[in-house]
């Protein structure tokens, strides 16, 4: 099993990015896929969910409206499209399978 997160960078307050998680040794279709990150000095927090069967979606309070996850099956990959974003979004961005993290990938909003 393997996790790999691209797709972070430097934005501007009210830009946007999509992160992708590129799944490998298991079926995304099989699995709840989640997202997570982890500003510095804080604790990982769980941002987004896209449930297994039926793809029902979650997201923290904080990123309601904002943030939207998906899944493609086809290519084995999970996305995180994020909009409108705010400083306080800054953080390392995990895809997280049960029992397996990414390495994550930086999100740094800022003027």
């Known amino acids: 099993v393997q996790l790999v997160e691209s797709g972070g960078g430097l934005v501007q307050p009210g830009g946007s990015l999509r992160l992708s998680c590129a799944a490998s040794?298991?079926?995304?279709?099989?699995?709840?896929m989640t997202w997570y990150r982890q500003a510095p000095g804080k604790e990982r927090e769980l941002v987004a969910a896209?449930?297994?069967?039926?793809?029902?979606?979650n997201y923290a309070d904080s990123v309601k409206g904002r943030f939207t996850i998906s899944r493609d099956n086809t290519a084995n990959m999970v996305y995180l499209q994020m909009n409108s974003l705010k400083p306080e979004d800054t953080a390392v961005y995990y895809c997280?399978?049960?029992?397996?993290w990414g390495q994550g990938t930086q999100v740094t909003v800022s003027s």
């Open positions: 997280r399978r049960n029992g397996f």
């Open positions: 040794g298991f079926a995304v279709s099989s699995y709840t």
């Open positions: 896209i449930t297994s069967p039926g793809g029902s979606t």
